[in-house]
């Protein structure tokens, strides 16, 4: 089964993206399964509204591992199934708590065995040199993700006018990539992400 893996800084809607993604192609309900950087696996059962009431939050790492659910994708006259894997949210800076450090390593680690990366940026955040700064991991993540061609770059909050405004800044810094403005929110832009998933699953 091929894997699709959500990236981003923290906060950017990662994992908003990941549930309502799952309620566009027709989940009702969803099985989560957590896997921590030390090994323990554990599943849960959530309705959509549930998963976003537990597993959304503002609050800065609320994902702390890998959470993953496999879906169903309609491709031609068949439906494929895929694997949707949620990360911790990883930064520039070294994070005090461990269980974080750990979970932003675990992030990284994942990148190499997956099959298709979804890179979210807010917006509302995208600065003139963001691109230019090398040490920005957002820059770091588009090179892998350009390098291995099994990579899209999508610009949440795209419902937010000040945050769309942004959006041919977010191209022209990443320019190889396609970029494609979505609400994780209110599940604007899937259709387009639904495309280029079904061709890479």
Not at 3 to 19: D, H, Q, V, W, Y
Not at 21 to 40: I, S, W
Not at 128 to 153: L, Q, S, V
């Amino acid at each position: 089964m091929r894997e699709c893996l959500i990236i981003g800084r923290p906060n950017s809607g990662k994992t908003m993206f990941a549930i309502n993604f799952a309620g566009y192609l027709g989940v009702k309900k969803v099985d989560v399964t957590f896997r921590t950087y030390d090994g323990l696996i554990t599943c849960r059962h959530y309705a959509i509204d549930q998963a976003k009431r537990e597993l959304c939050g503002i609050a800065l790492h609320k994902t702390r591992s890998l959470q993953s659910m496999v879906l169903n994708m309609p491709v031609g006259k068949t439906a494929v199934k895929f694997k949707l894997t949620d990360t911790c949210g990883v930064s520039e800076q070294i994070h005090t708590d461990l269980a974080i450090r750990k979970g932003m390593a675990q992030t990284i680690g994942q990148l190499r065995s997956v099959d298709f990366i979804l890179h979210i940026v807010d917006l509302s955040l995208v600065q003139k040199d963001d691109a230019a700064n090398k040490a920005n991991i957002d820059y770091e993540f588009y090179n892998y993700g350009i390098a291995r061609n099994t990579y899209i770059m999508l610009g949440n909050k795209a419902d937010l006018v000040a945050a769309r405004e942004n959006l041919p800044r977010l191209a022209a810094g990443f320019p190889q990539a396609t970029v494609i403005p979505i609400s994780a929110l209110y599940s604007q832009g899937f259709r387009e992400v639904k495309t280029y998933v079904a061709k890479n699953i």
